[in-house]
Nanobody
Framework: QVQLVESGGGLVQAGGSLRLSCAAS????????MGWFRQAPGKEREFVAA????????YYADSVKGRFTISRDNAKNTVYLQMNSLKPEDTAVYYC???????????????????WGQGTQVTVSS
């Protein structure tokens, strides 16, 4: 079992920044890939970013590339999502997820993730 708890969401003006955190517990954090997804009202959950269990490989959705950065601190069992230059269209509930398969590259499909956090709301005002 893996427990994931997100934090760091909130209300920010367009152009601002937020850093989301996802604290993991229950199994060896350094052995699984982590992903961030988001879901806006009336829309499907979509991929945002992912990082491999080694931290060596990262992927980003085109819509956030160059603005968001995913990172992990295995000593703190935490994955982060630094979000800069936020836009109103970034407004959503953000979820972190864990993939325990130990694939070399982190998955970008939500169906490949095994555990999910409860989500944290990010609202960007124009």
């Amino acid at each position: 079992q893996v427990q994931l708890v997100e934090s760091g969401g909130g209300l920010v003006q367009a152009g601002g920044s937020l850093r989301l955190s996802c604290a993991a517990s229950g199994r060896t954090f350094s052995s699984y890939a982590m992903g961030w997804f988001r879901q806006a009202p009336g829309k499907e959950r979509e991929f945002v970013a992912a990082i491999s269990w080694t931290g060596a490989i990262t992927y980003y959705a085109d819509s956030v590339k160059g603005r968001f950065t995913i990172s992990r601190d295995n000593a703190k069992n935490t994955v982060y999502l630094q979000m800069n230059s936020l836009k109103p269209e970034d407004t959503a509930v953000y979820y972190c997820a864990a993939d325990l398969s130990r694939h070399y590259a982190p998955p970008r499909s939500l169906h490949e993730y095994d555990y999910w956090g409860q989500g944290t709301q990010v609202t960007v005002s124009s």
